[in-house]
Every structure is written in structure tokens, then in C-alpha cells.
């Protein structure tokens, strides 16, 4: 059970029922609970309250907290918390708390919000607040303790930065100081995240609120601070001798006050990983310290009431036990003695232990134990006990299991496992079964299992037992499959097939030499050797294969001369030379079809490059000697030229589309502007075929024709007057000569043809089988022949 902190949270009732006051608010923290679900968090502000000086109404159904980013007090959001829960603080002297009344109550607003670490992303972190007015005037240590109001603070780092839930204080009873005796109380955090934490006692926030204005959770790197009375501070807020303070690392406060009076404080809590600061949470409280009565309960007296039967128990000389040694794992009861007239309260080392406030305490671990006895129903002091016990455990704890090496491992290797040395037995077990004969310090396990030794002292009698798992992973399976042959000639290949395993990587060996290379779960073998395949699974776990012996017989020297590079548009077939005669050359692929005999056609492979083999077989060698040389086939250069037509007295370019990379050569050059460049310009007066070369630039040539057809340009006049005097009596048609298989048909304007001629040696002169024309305009249809276009238009004829 999780013991409260013991303090009073008090405030007098003012006898007003609104938050302009609230002075019924006693104290209170923030507190950033992360969740397991992304960007989600739990924000909740714990009050606690007087219900004794409340009204109602006073106790709100939301209450507004603002988040800012801690560099530049930018406003990241504000999130209203809805009323969780209340519940009442309890006091464990009813009589005493009466010297000031209350009535204690915890109010939990919570509500789930998102911090998305996109958004909430400044290294510098982030704060939350909530300010709220006012304290009670009754407070004994602050100056205008009714103007000065109460401010949250928590601050947490980016959650792009770290995942952390904020420290979480436990939940306080209501409690009181007596006036000149001792008093403790706890105010240590818990944190999730394991992070190391640090107290100290600090003066309170007032904020920016005061009696005209309730609320204010305005952003402010320092916040105004309350004003202590003359003669208090941070360091003195509750005199005393000593005054109160907090231990820096357990969070107990302790006092021994020297004043009765309602006295406020507060306490920081500040949060470090990995050395580093990444957040802090304030608690804001007040202390009531009370002059109680001089009378006091009887001392308790404590008593052993159980203990193992492997204990050890030292007395004094009257009787009395002062202290208990057990082992590790086991526990002791101690007893005091009980009424319903008493509380408790059980420490240990001075410290109060959360929860244990009965008469019986049952406990497992060292320390010495002392107990507090208090009047339940009657005010008065407490009275300690004047003895103590010591409870001393046993270190079992340095009694552990340890290993050599990895606790996993590979078939065929192993661990150590030892136990501590000394005065000690053992027993070894694995999987709960003993392993009989196994009684020393060091057992080696082979297998898989959960090896657990027993540790007995002899000193004490204890035994720590401890265990660690041990796996052993299975060797993957390396063998190579029979070969079709293991006896072959120069200049074959054997191939080795290993069974194969995607999870698996191969590494092959030849005579012990690694090959490099050859990582696959296969190997092309061209040598003799002895050869090893080693396997390797996903575990790192290794095994090797039985060697397989490959042997290569030498076989007689052969030799191909090396040869030149061919075109593959070669006239010529390529003839294949080698040394010493007698055998025969093959080709693979293409080059099969292309080698006959000792030669090699071109023509028939295309350009690449080809093997040819040239095999010599001896009488009494039974491998025969093998040669080979490549043979590369040039591709031969292709242009596609067009024919063309130029008018006579005109210039046309030849072959506009010409490869830049080859060189050409035109024949005949006539009328060529430059017979060895690839786009000339051609003039000719009559119709000419040209050839041209190619070469390309390893020397392959490619040849074709074009022609340049010569044309003239008919002249056609639109007019003429056929009426004998000399001058334009005929139509004459200039060029026409050159067509003499051409033919003019003359039509009138109902379509009849009235001049016919397949040639035009004789010139049109204006008559139709012997008559005359009446002027008129006629139409005209001239086709020169091949192909050349026909010509239309119309002819004016007058007298």
C-alpha cells in the first residue's frame, strides 16, 4: 500500500464563495503522463482543498491550463481539463488537527490531449501553467498573503526530442507540525521513465492574479514571485531548529519548528537523464504547525513476532533483540505493542515508510527499524520507540550466474558458466533437472536449455539460485552434390552444385585457398584441385562439406593464329590458321554456320566478335588439344541515297541524309562540285548515274547509285494570231524538242478536241482539218511523257 506524505495543507476560511478568493485552495501540482499510444499524453492539475472554508460553487466543473515553448513564450495551445475525481485526505489524529479545523479534499482535473512532435518540436522545450488567486490571509510568512496568488508550473522537453512523462508527486494526508518536536514528511516523486531526480525548497510563484482577477495563465520566463514577512524565506519558510528543508536526493522534509503558525512554501522537483536537465514540477503547500499537548503515549516497544528458521538473531545480555539476519528472498515480521488508542508510524533509517502505519510491519529488506507512536483520538506528542531492530539481508544479490562468452552460440563450440568462488556449494540443474555429479564453481553447457546453479553458504546457510539460457544453433547443412564427372581435359569445366539455401551464403575452396570470388552455391571448375564449399546461415553458424577431388588431364599444345579484324560485307572468306596442323576448327552460335573448313564467312554472322575453336587430336592422348581465338566482324557502313531531278542550267545536293563518321568517293566527278565529300552539289546538262563509296572508319566500304535526272522548262505561250503576216502566226512552244514523245491536245470551250499531236515537230497554226478557227480562247493539255508533269492552260487565239 502506497503510504501518503504526512503535512497539512491548511488554509483559514475567509467566508467568501467564489475563485477570486480561493482560499480555499491549499496547494497543488501539474503533472504530463505519457501514453503508449503515439503523440498521446495525459495532462491533469491535482488540487487540494479546504472543504471546512469552501462554498459551493467553489470547486469548478473545468479549469484551463496554457502550454508555452520555453525560448520565446510562444502560446502552443490551451486545453481545458475536465473534473476527474475528489476525494477526501484523511488525518491519523482527529483530536490534533482540531487546533485548527479542516477538512481535506483531493480535486483531479485530467483529460487526454496530442503533442505532435512535428509541431511541439524546439529543443529547448516546452511549459505548461495554470494561475489562480488567492491565498489565505491567514498565511503567517508572506506579505499580503490575501493579494498573492498561486501559480502550476511545469516544464517538459520537445517530444521530437525524448518520450518522457513528467515526475509524479504521491498524494499527501492532512497532517500537522507540533510546536519544538521533530516532525518528517515526504514529498518524493516518482518518475516513468526512470529518470534521476533532484529536490529542493524555492519560494512560491504569485503570478499575475490578485483579487480583481481570478485567473491568468499568461506566459512569463520569470514569474513575480510572493513577498516573504521579515525574517522568512526560501531557506526559513518554516523557522525552526532546524528550520524546515528537503534532502536533495530522497525528497523527506523535516522540521523541528520554533513557531506556531499556517506557513506556505514550495518544493521543485527537477528531472535529469543522462546527467542532463530536461524538465521540472512544482508543488505549492502549506504547513500548520499546532502547539500540542506535553502528554505523551508510553514508549513502543518493538518485538521480533516472526522470522525464517535460517535466521540468525543477536540479544543483549538481558534478553533483548537487537538484531536479525535472514537470507535473501525471506522476511522477518516485527511487532509492537497494539491499541485502538495509537497510530503508528514504521521507519526505516530514520525515513517513514509509505503505508506502514499498523503495529506490524513485514519486511524484506536491511536497515534498522524503529516505530512512532501517536495518540489516535487524543492530542498529544509522539513518542518514538527508544530501541531499535536491525535487519540485516543478506547479499545475495552478488551471488550471480556469469558466462565466458556469447550464451549463444554454434553447434561444436560452447560456454563457460561459473558461479562465485569461495565458501559455497553447488548444484547444477538444466531445464529443472539435476545434472548429478556437476557440484563445482564452473559447468560447461553443449546444448540448449536453461541452466540454473544452486548456490549454498556455508556461513549462512542461505542459498541464491540463478540461472542463465543457454542456446545452441543447429550447423547448416554444406554438401555438394555428386558431379557428372570428376576426371575431364585441359580446358574444360566441371561444374560443383552445393544444396542451395536462400538463407545461406557459400564461400569455396580449392586445396585450402579461399576463392574469393565465389560466393554462390555453385563453381565453374577449370583446374585440378581439392575442393570445399563452407556454408554460413543467418546465425553466423559455419559448416564445411567432404572435399571432392576434380582432376584435368593435360592434352597436346594447339595453337590459333591471331586474326585481323574482317568486315562483315568481306567478298573474300577469312582464312583460319593454326599450329600444328591436322585439326579442325568449329564456331559456337553464329560462327558455326560461318566456318567451313579453314575458312570463316563473315557474311554469315553479322557484326561481334566470335570464338573459334580449333581442336588437334593425337593418337594415345585421349583429351584432345584445344586452342581458341576470337575473331571480330566489323559492321559495313549502310547510306540510302534518292534519285533526283534538277531543271537543265540548275545545281541539286546529293545524298542530304549522309552519315558524318564515314568517308565517300563519287565517280564519275563530273559535274560533281567535289567528288569526296559526302553531300556534293551535281550540274549537268544532261541526265547522269553516279556512284559513291563508303568507308567506314575501321575500313569497311559500302557502295550504291544514284541518278540525276536533267530536265527543261517548257515555255508556253498564252497567245498567238495566225493571220499570215509574219509575225506570231504559230504557236510555238520553246523546250519542246527535248520531249519528242510528248503530245498536245488543243480543246474549244464545249470540250472537242480541235488539235491533236504525239510530238510537236510542226508548230500549231491556229486551223482544225483545214479550217480556219474563229478566235476564241481554247484549253490546252501538254504531256511532256515519263514522268514529268502534265501541263493545262488556256490559249488565246485572234486574227
Known sequence: MAQRNTFLLLLLFLGTSCWVSASHIVGGNIRLTAKATSNQYVLSLDLFIDEQNSSAGDIKPTVKLAVYRRKDNLKMGEFELPLLEQKA?????QACAQLRPLKLREVTYSKEIELDPARFDDPGGYYVVHGVCCRSGSIDNISQADESGMVFHLEFPSPKTMLNSSPAFSVPTGEYACKGQPFTFSFKATDADGDQLTYAIVTPFKGFTNQGIAFDNQPSSAYPMITWKPGFSATNSVPGAPALKVDGETGQLTVTASQVGLF??????????NGKWIGSVRRDFQLAVVDCPTNTPPPPVITLAKAPESARITKTATGIITSVSICQGQDVTLRTDASDQWSFQWQRDGQNLEGDTTAILITKESGNYTVV????????KPSPAQTSIKVDVMEAEKLKLTANGPTTFCDGKSVILKAPEGNYTYAWLKDGRLLTGSKDAAFQPHETGEYKVQ????????????????????????????????VACAGDTIRLVAVANPLYTYQWLNTGTVLNQEVKSTLAVTQTGHFVVTVTDTNQCQSSSDEVLLQFNAAP???IMPFPAVCENATVPLVLTAEPGGGTFTGVGRAAGAVTGSEFDPTKTGPGV???TYTLNQVGNTCPGRARQTVVVLPAPSITVSDVTVRRGSEVQLNKNSVDSLSYYWTPSVGLSSPVIAQPFASVDTTTTYQVRATSPQGCQFTTKLT?????????????????????????IRGIADFPNCRVEVYNRWGNPVFVSQGYQQPWDGRSEGQDLPPAIYQYVIKPGGSQPHRRGTLLLTR
Open 89 to 93: 485526505l484523511a488525518v491519523s489524529n
Open 708 to 732: 540525276v535526272s536533267v530536265i527543261t522548262v517548257l515555255f508556253v505561250p498564252d497567245a498567238f494570231t495566225p493571220n499570215n503576216d509574219g509575225v506570231n502566226d504559230s504557236w510555238e
Open 455 to 486: 548456490i549454498g553458504s556455508t556461513a549462512t546457510g542461505c542459498t541464491v539460485t540463478d540461472s542463465i539460457l543457454v542456446r545452441v544453433n543447429p550447423k547448416p547443412l554444406a554438401s555438394i552434390l555428386p558431379p557428372s564427372t570428376k
Open 373 to 380: 507512536k501517536k495518540f489516535r483520538n487524543t492530542c498529544g
Open 557 to 559: 599444345p594447339a595453337a
Open 264 to 273: 506556505a512554501f514550495a518544493v521543485i522537483c527537477e528531472e535529469f537523464r
Open 610 to 612: 566470335y570464338e573459334i
